[in-house]
């Protein structure tokens, strides 16, 4: 394969604050709750990469968002500052203007304490995304590994990917009620791991399953991508290196922190 084609490109976009309304409300699982919103502020949204993030500002019940301004130098914020998070666009319809986002319920915060009551009606902030990652499609394999907060991530990637492509998947989440429906052009494996009564914060279930699902998959041509609590991301990065992938084509992602926020965190080297 060119080697043209096995380069992430990254793109920025402009940066729009937007308040949005609720469509509707689906429970997936116990634990995961699909929110569609819609607004004509949503005219110029764009969303190409698979991963990419919004700011989610969650108002108080009863209340309007409160959103940054632009100013010369970018963002700036009302005191006191908004509560935000990041979330990834799970798909957007530029046509009816309507964009879905997935929660992760059930460990409090301000954005899942709000998707738990949201309803049709109630307004939701979002802001951006800048910018992008475009990650080629061209590779023999992908390899998505993570929790529970990276399957919009790996649903959406999974959807996109070429029919002569092979997926592996890897999952970590509480027990089996709580896994979702993933389908894919590609050739799809899937590997969950029930972690039970173990941390989220916890690596090891998670690496060991690593380790077994990545048996057969071509380290020569393949491209990694990793999500979870940071320190988790950390261990399975420097565990999938070690089995031989390359780390010029990995992404790891701490999309959230055990005692933080859930912000999303690029680790490298």
Request: charged share 25%.
């Amino acid at each position: 394969m060119s080697e043209s084609l096995r380069i992430p490109r990254r793109v920025r976009h402009e940066l729009k604050f937007r308040t949005l309304s609720v469509v509707s409300v689906e429970d997936l699982t116990p634990t995961y709750r699909r929110i569609v919103l819609t607004g004509d502020d949503l005219e110029g949204f764009v969303s190409p990469g698979f991963d990419d993030h919004v700011k989610v500002f969650p108002p108080r019940p009863g209340e309007a968002p409160v959103m940054p301004t632009l100013g010369p130098d970018g963002p700036v914020f009302p005191e006191p500052r908004p509560a935000a998070r990041d979330y990834t666009p799970r798909a957007y319809d530029p046509a009816t203007r309507r964009l879905t986002l997935d929660f992760v319920t059930g460990h409090g915060g301000p954005a899942t304490e709000w998707a738990m009551t949201a309803a049709p009606g109630v307004q939701l902030g979002v802001g951006g995304p800048r910018g992008s990652t475009l990650v080629p499609t061209a590779f023999a394999d992908h390899v998505l590994i993570g929790d529970e907060t990276a399957l919009p991530a790996i649903a959406r990637r999974l959807e996109e990917l070429p029919a002569e492509a092979r997926a592996t998947v890897v999952v970590a989440v509480k027990d089996p009620s709580e896994r979702l429906a993933l389908t894919s052009p590609a050739a799809l494996s899937v590997a969950w791991v029930d972690r039970g009564e173990a941390a989220r914060s916890d690596a090891t279930p998670l690496a060991q399953a690593v380790e077994q699902a990545l048996t057969d998959v071509d380290r020569r041509d393949a491209y990694v991508w990793i999500a979870a609590e940071a320190q988790v991301a950390r261990t399975l990065r420097a565990r999938v290196v070690a089995l031989g992938f390359d780390p010029r084509a990995m992404k790891a992602a701490g999309y959230w922190r055990e005692g933080g926020t859930a912000e999303k965190v690029v680790i490298e080297d």
